[in-house]
């Protein structure tokens, strides 16, 4: 069976512990190489998992002919840059969201794309669980009634000033670094885009970066409410509400690819949940099928999973929720 060659950009926590084992396991993957900028990092990461090349520098693996595709898993204010690069030298490109900094980087690179024919992909893993597409099928269903609300918290808690995720020159902050679900997810849910958004945002007076951000999303058929946050007590769940039936998530963004994921749908709103039925989901890795995805669309010459149009239109809803908690209005 044809495999896509895969080389990764960085030696990240996500790559080297989620995301590489995961490709290692698809049936369309093959890493074939790793680079950093600081070459005995990757020849560690490379050795510890059975990764055959290793490179000193970034450009040196954009540069070998026998690489197809590129994941990209650098911090955020590289994505743009690195992504870029790689399209130039006809890579495909798997990158971590945010796409970029802005929505004018992510019309960049879309532009990019469309002059060099590459296929580029936002990394939002959430889009292929099966855990999702089945959300997204209920709400399509009619099982749910007219759907009307979401409700969904992602938070954790990192205070430390040396990370990254708490660096505003990098991009970091609470909204790009786990917020950015709740607006795709939402929007998957509704099928629609968000006419609206207001925005409430508490900063570190220290780095700057959002602590602490809280959205109301105003969609055609109804509205999405999120919290998101990287100074509270690690927590993730999603509630979908209809007129005739709601469903939860209970892991919804780092599902476990350990054990199986749950949803429970209430069809008839007992508050003591007596009618609550309860939808398991076989193990699976959310990475492995994401990277398998992009592998075939590279393989098929088909599309993308995600296309970087809907990318463009989650920065752009990152910088009106921005934009609201500055002006303090609703903002378009």
Known sequence: MKRVRWGVLGAAKIAVEKVIPAMQGGELCEVTAIASRDGARARQAAASLGVP????????????????????????????????????????VLCEKPIGMSAAEAEEIIAVRDRTGVKIQEAFMVRTHPQWTK????????????????????????????????????GGGALMDIGCYLL???????????????????????????TLTSMVLDFPSGHAVGTCSTRLIPYQR????????????????????????????????????????????PICDQYRIQADAFSRAVLDGTDVAYPLELSLQNMRLIEAVFRSAETGRWET
């Open 53 to 92: 090349t290793a490179y000193g520098s970034y450009e040196a693996l954009l540069d070998d002919p026998d690489i197809d595709a590129v994941y990209n898993p650098l911090p955020n204010h590289l994505h743009r840059r690195w992504t870029v690069a790689a399209a130039e030298r006809g890579k495909h």
């Open 135 to 170: 959300a997204v099928d209920l709400c399509r269903s009619g099982r749910l009634g007219a759907v009307r609300s979401y409700v969904g918290c992602f938070t954790y808690y990192n205070d430390d000033p040396a990370n990254i995720r708490n660096m505003a020159e990098a």
């Open 184 to 210: 795709t997810t939402s929007r998957m849910v509704f099928g629609e885009e968000p006419r609206r958004v207001l925005g409430l945002v508490e900063r570190d007076p220290a780095t700057s970066v959002d």
């Open 238 to 281: 999603v509630q979908v509400f209809g007129d005739k039936g709601r469903i939860e998530i209970e892991i919804p963004f780092n599902a476990p690819s350990d054990r199986p994921c749950r949803m429970w749908i209430d069809p008839v709103g007992d508050l003591a949940g007596a009618a609550i039925d309860t939808i398991e989901f």
